[in-house]
């Protein structure tokens, strides 16, 4: 069953995120993984929260997600993720 990670990401170091970005996007691919959502304007429909830069990755299952993130490839980007932007994360199974 296909799984999707779904990121909100709020940037604080521009410059710093897209050394991030230019690391962490080949191990997207390397595990299976393609970008539905990129960054793209976001609208809040319902509730409170208010998305800043939102990231929708398909995987194959939940598994191949979870290996993508805990991978010795992406600690590196991830490292850089961490310190230049505030992230909010979640693994969900599609139909």
Same mark, same amino acid.
């Given at each position: ?5 779904? !990121? ?13 970005? #230019? !690391?962490?996007?080949? $191990?997207? &691919?390397?595990?299976? =993984?393609?970008? !539905?959502? #990129? =960054?793209?304007? %976001?609208?809040? !429909?319902?509730?409170? /929260? ?13 598994? +191949?997600?979870?290996? /993508?993130? #805990?991978?010795? &490839? ?9 310190? $230049? %932007?505030? $992230? ?5 199974? =599609? +139909?």
């Amino acid at each position: 069953m296909s799984a999707y990670v779904i !990121l909100d990401i709020d940037i604080h170091d521009n410059d710093g995120y897209q050394e991030y970005r #230019r !690391l962490g996007a080949p $191990t997207v &691919e390397q595990y299976g =993984g393609r970008f !539905l959502v #990129r =960054g793209g304007t %976001a609208e809040n !429909l319902e509730g409170p /929260w208010a998305p800043k830069r939102v990231v929708v990755i398909e995987f194959d299952s939940a598994e +191949a997600a979870h290996a /993508w993130h #805990r991978s010795v &490839e992406y600690q590196d980007a991830k490292a850089i993720r961490d310190r $230049t %932007a505030r $992230t909010i994360g979640i693994v969900v199974e =599609g +139909a």
